[in-house]
């Protein structure tokens, strides 16, 4: 005989101090972690949405079950860990759920916040992790270290003694060297002129942003952004001093040195702010606009000024009329034609985290002859998320597999994404299918079109 | 019992589709029903029918219980688990097995996602109609099992106007194919009754449904009232003009707002009190005439102003941010707990007037959005359920409500299953003599009762067991 439900016991944790007694994690998750989990009314919506529930069918796998098992923990109502550890690392931290969410559910923060507290429950662990948090910590950041060490692969490439390494590690190690695009060659790698001015009539003058990861191995990216700011009548500076942005940093629970970065980042940029003396700060990465102007998460208020002059290259180009009149006028941009079939991938963390989707397809179907062709998979994640497809390659492989599906049927000669990572990831997968098609930065593209261009010249 | 039993299920499906762990456990402790949850012994993920048979037969040798479940986005808790039972979860079982386009028809595993299976099948001109707002997550399996509708049930039907066949596992775990591709045949309608038998029958592991023509033209306009009342006034209205909508429906205001502060904000007017969605298709040269009909029926109501949707971009966002309102919600409270009654048309606008009085007597924040046209009510209570007091309101507030659409004629659910939410409420629309022919079909089918116990009819052959007073307990949470 069924008997009716009781309704849930008033759950055990309903103080921080309740939560605390209950275990380390829950203490950590009570206050506003937990909180923003009662914003989910468990609608499901978010399911479909997302790449690792879509690829295990588990709950566990989905944000809405993610969510839960949060406030499961933050309640005292769970004891072990240990399962809410993997699934927060096994998240993508794309943000699509929160694209589908109608609830507004602030995901991309509470995942940051809960690796953390989980990080900090649970300190130690493999090898593996270690040495991910001694490259994060000591390496990544630093200019000089990562400079050498991307030198010394690029050596290496260079010698055949990474097609040799393949051969020879094992092969969950051999798989992440295969990730590992070609490095630049070392001209592209240097640092770029302090000030570039405008070319013809200035609108004004920008900051360029270039994070750690981009200098090194997509310096023409940059070295694009650079010219096409400058043509389109910009006056570009690269503050020396500036650092990493600490996004790959935070996405691995460290918020701590997260933290100390963006703070290193707000002493450069907050002075040229103040005084006028830049109009935007801007970035490449989709992935270092995004944690950029999400500042606040980290460091509160303090963030604020930064946060709020960052715009990713291709929203602000698109805005301020570098391909369209704009309140009456031209165009700043002359592009010429380039014949080329182009598939654009969305970035998680421009669609995504930052909503940007329009400017970056509007900037490329702009460029003349250029053939813009939809995919059926463009807004899902394809498996790069900051350094995810170097811990989970496996499930990074199976979250990639749909969106090679829908390149392949769409046949692009160019695909143009605006992140570094998922240029790499999807490069990688491309080249794994034997595909002809390259990958290139929207900006790249607007650079070779506009060779030749000054402000105003478009017309 | 259960290291036997869980030991056998890591036969069948693997290590890795059983999930046995704490947290995996309390993460499928409920479905889109928050309240009473129950945790399962173990969730199998099976991926074809062989593999659910074998879970069935499994669980029957051992006594243990089983309970489908599709993306869990039901609301009457049709998918819990009972307390050591066995969750099935279909959301592996998603492939789209056939589509065919000359007899339109489509044949899809029981996890095909509703609005996956539409999409499959729109650069052919078709579509899958049944619409529940839940549609971008919910499972084909699960609108069979809840007969769901949605939106367009007003002109297009439920769930079991759109099955044609079935393969299910039944209870004793034999695999058994029910219906046709026709849609026509001699004896017994057995699609018929499993469609909306809530997974209390077998486990539907195949479903052959039917696919439709995507309309020509469609309209949608947005007529602007100063109150919910007025709305429904306007919908009697439309509807003895004799047009037939795609779709009415009407949301209030505070649902709206709740909606354009969203991901899915749409421009939907937050002025107005509530606001009349309507929805026409058919042939272009019939939509002008039948915009001309609305208008007059909606200015007879007064109604402040009819905006019709500019292209189909504005009209998907409309229906976006519609079908986003319920998750939408949870901006206003961290739970929500949204009734289903029906009650004849006629009675509309006075049972929502019923409905508001009775939540503001109990001091509770009400948002309505619901399918006016099929008479069918979504108050929606939003509530904290770590606050007891506030949790027994609402829970009075909804028998109140539910009684009031009952003394007009109304039922108590109209698409979202009664599942355990509803089971002790079926005394009000039911007696003994109604009971007893439901229970005999079940047990028919599923005579042990280990296949989703306690769901729908309450359990003893006496109508004793549904209700609650006889029973001699006063606080149960549904009452």
Redesign the interface.
Known sequence: MTRIDDPIPAPPATTASDALACSPLAGRLFGEIHAATLDCVHCGLCLQSCPTYRATGRETSSPRGRIYLMRGHAEGRLDDPALLAEEAFLCLGCRACETACPSGVRYGEILEKTRAAVREAQPGGPLVRAIERFMLREVVPRRGRLGLLVGLLALAQRLGLMALAQRILPAPLAERARLLPRIPAAAERRRMPAFTPAIGPRRGRVALFEGCVMPEFFGRVNEAARLVLARAGWDVVVPERQGCCGALHAHAGDLERASELARHNVTVFDPMLAEGGIDAILVTSAGCSAALRELEHWIGSDGRALAGGVRDVLDFLAEVGAVDSVSGRAPALALAPIPRRVCYDDPCHLIHAQGIAAAPRRLLTAIPQLELVAHRNPEACCGAAGIYNLTHPEMAARVLAPKLDALEEATPEIVATANPGCAMQIAAGLAGRGSAARVAHPIELLEEASRGSTNGSGR | MSAALLARLREIVGDDRC?T????L???E???L?????RPLA?V?PVSAEEVAAIVRACRALGASFVPRG???GLSGGAHA?EGGILI?C??M?RILEIDAENRVAVVQP?V?N??LSAAVASLGLFYAPDPS?Q???TIGGNVAENSGGPHTLKYGTTTNHVLALEMVLPDGSVQRFGNRIGEGPGFDFVGAIVGSEGTLGIVTEATVRLTAIPQAVETLLVLFEDVVAACRAVGRIIRSGVVPAALEIVDRRTIEA?E????AAGLPTTAGAVLIVELDGLPVNLTGEIEAIRAACEAEHCQAIEIARDEAERKRFWRARK????????LA???YVHDAVVPRIHLPAILAKVCEICDRHRLKLANVFHAGDGNLHPNICF???D?DE?ARVMAAGKEILEACVAVGGVITGEHGVG?EK??YMHLVFGAADLDPMMRLRDAFNPDGLCN??KIIP??RFCV?SN?KARGYD????E
């Open positions: 999930l762990r704490e947290g995996e309390f993460a499928y409920c479905d889109g928050t309240l009473s949850p129950k969730v993920l993306a869990g986005t009972t979860e959301s592996r998603n996890g996602v609005a996956e839940s971008q997550a919910c909606v502060a969203s991901v899915y986003g309102a319920f998750g939408a919600m949870g901006r961290p739970d929500l904290d359920r770590r007891p949790l355990v089971r002790d116990p306690g359990t003893t067991e609650p606080a149960v949470p549904f």
